[in-house]
């Protein structure tokens, strides 16, 4: 089987399994899960729905483990119908659970629906972690809510959840909503800032006309000792050299 997986022959190690199942071998879920990461990277859509089918048929379906894992191998091939299929089977789904189906939605173009889930999930007494909140984010930013987006703010304050990630997040919303204003105010709040949120506050000032303010920040964080990535050099091609383009 691990040869199998290793030669990327991913079809012929399902069909070993289908074999092993009707001769009654109980097949382990560490066993699936091994086969669900081979197929991120070396299966198909089609493979992953056989996949889910053998899964099912193991008496797998409703396990939260593989169901996360699952939903994610869904959203990687762009089939929201089939992730969300996953979800409704898991039984009594987690905080992993459901920030894979929110994360799902927002990937694939269905913030609000996003969002909703999002409420779905507070709704149904499970804690939000950085990880949901940065997914909840993702999906306003998807539907550029900017009240839903400050509604989820809130409760990340509330819930006193301070990281790099979940900063850069929130600026990324406030930037693609508009509100530059709110983006700053996120920026220097952050204790300790990464390339990232350099980044991100410098493309922002940019992509809405503020250039100037841009590259003051963009000598700014490599007077702080912040290198800049391809992000932020693009935004300093495109002010010194307009005519050119910078290749990624």
Not at 39 to 57: E, V
Not at 118 to 131: A, C, H, N, Q, R
Request: charged share 20%.
């Amino acid at each position: 089987m691990k040869k199998l997986c290793e030669e990327g022959q991913l079809d012929k190690a399902i069909h070993r399994l289908n074999l092993l199942d009707e001769g009654g071998y109980r097949v382990s879920s560490s066993i699936f899960y091994r086969l669900l990461q081979e197929c991120s990277t070396k299966g198909n859509f089609q493979i992953a729905k056989s996949l889910y089918s053998l899964i099912i048929k193991s008496g797998f379906g409703t396990d939260v483990f593989l169901g996360s894992h699952l939903i994610r191998l869904f959203t990687f091939f762009g089939s929201l119908t089939e992730a969300y299929h996953v979800f409704c089977n898991i039984c009594k789904p987690n905080v992993f659970a459901w920030t894979a189906i929110i994360s799902a939605h927002s990937k694939l173009g269905q913030g609000e629906a996003g969002f909703d889930l999002y409420i779905k999930m507070l709704e149904s007494d499970v804690k939000p972690d950085g990880f949901a909140f940065v997914a909840a984010l993702q999906a306003c930013i998807s539907s550029l809510s900017l009240k839903q987006g400050k509604w989820v703010h809130a409760h990340i304050l509330e819930a006193s959840f301070e990281s790099d990630i979940i900063a850069n997040a929130l600026m990324d919303l406030y930037i693609k909503c508009g509100s530059l204003v709110d983006a700053q105010r996120i920026f220097n709040r952050q204790i300790t800032r990464d390339v990232v949120s350099w980044s991100t506050l410098i493309s922002g000032y940019s992509i809405n006309g503020h250039e100037h303010v841009a590259m003051d920040l963009f000598h700014q964080m490599q007077y702080e000792g912040i290198a800049p990535n391809i992000v932020t050099w693009k935004v300093y091609y495109k002010r010194m050299y307009p005519r050119r383009q910078l290749r990624s």
